[in-house]
């Protein structure tokens, strides 16, 4: 269920507006990103990585991140940095990820892909330039956060990316490559590793940087692995039933590489019917928090009903 037009979610029976929600919301990110890399000397490299870090997206990572911070006593502009962070380390993944090398797209965003535009040499800088600066503008930029806080923002950030997370789940994923009968278990580390670890350190990142208690953080990183794999079994469903138009990526790429995904182990019905029921269980996590926990419901639920 979308919640939009002030329709009360199911859970809090509160009226709110997601929609207005997420414009609100990625108009302070996008103007956060736009702030945090002017183009300087050597302009090439600057410029490659503006295009893909302002190309859109849906800017789910750094809204959890703001989201999860203010639901644990924390305030947007303590969460701020750590939020573009989480994207600029999103959009490096998106980088490296369409080169030749790996998923060779042309398409991301709805926009030509990095090496498109700037070739392959360039577009692997990008990405490590966007991942390095990640780091840094975490370092540099946290305001008003005890300094241990952002230590283990920092370290938890560096899990996230590394062979604990989207480099291991990448690798394991080049691995099935072509091949036939991959289980339901590696699957789920694929997953696990290259989408629910971000998405998790999103929302884990917010709360911690507001001195969350550990019992809130442990709530929040079952919520976040839940709906971390709904949105990947979402994923694949829509490069089933998605154009081009609404994915900004090429659609039906899964098929014509003939690889493993949730609709092709369990068919689409029941992968529908997985994603609802790991949403189900992210909402049930957030019982605890109340009302407070609106946005991050609406966010769940929004997940399973995205169209792109
Ligand atoms: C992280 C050092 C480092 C290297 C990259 C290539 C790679 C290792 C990992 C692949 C990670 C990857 C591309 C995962 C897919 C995640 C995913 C579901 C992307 C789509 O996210 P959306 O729908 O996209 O949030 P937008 O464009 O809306 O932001």
């Given at each position: 269920m979308v919640v939009i037009d002030n329709k009360p979610t199911a859970q809090t029976g509160i009226s709110f507006d997601l929609a207005t929600y997420l414009a609100e919301r990625q108009a302070i990110v996008e103007a956060a990103l736009d702030r945090s890399l002017p183009v300087v000397y050597p302009e090439k490299i600057y410029e490659a990585m503006r295009y893909s870090l302002m190309a859109g997206g849906k800017r789910l990572r750094p809204i959890l991140c703001l989201a999860t911070c203010e639901l644990t006593g924390g305030t947007v502009e303590m969460a701020l940095p750590t939020a573009c962070a989480l994207e600029m380390i999103h959009t490096m993944s998106l980088i490296h990820d369409d080169l030749p090398a790996m998923?060779?797209?042309?398409?991301?965003r709805g926009k030509l892909t990095n090496h498109k535009v700037f070739g392959e040499d360039v577009a692997i800088l990008a990405g490590d330039g966007l991942l390095a600066y990640a780091f840094e503008h975490v370092a540099v930029e946290?305001?008003?956060?005890p300094a241990d806080r952002l230590l283990k923002v920092v370290a938890m950030l560096g899990r996230a990316v590394g062979a604990a997370g989207l480099v291991g789940g990448q690798i394991v994923d080049l691995d099935c490559e072509g091949k036939p009968n991959v289980s339901l278990e590696t699957l789920n580390f694929i997953h696990n590793h290259k989408t629910a670890a971000l998405l998790e350190a999103s929302v884990t990142s917010g709360a911690v940087l507001a001195g969350a208690p550990e019992a809130d953080l442990q709530r929040l990183s079952r919520y976040a692995q839940n709906i971390g794999l709904a949105f990947q079994i979402v994923d694949d469903i829509l490069d089933i039933t998605a154009t081009q138009e609404e994915l900004g990526k090429t659609a039906g790429k899964d098929l014509q590489a003939q690889k493993a995904t949730y609709p092709s182990i369990w068919g689409l019905e029941e992968s529908r019917r997985q994603a609802e029921h790991l949403i189900a269980g992210a909402k049930a996590e957030?019982?605890?928090?109340?009302?407070?926990a609106t946005p991050l419901i609406a966010l769940a639920e929004f997940i399973t009903s995205r169209t792109h």
């Open positions: 998923d060779n797209d042309d398409y991301r946290t305001q008003h956060v957030l019982a605890e928090f109340g009302d407070k």
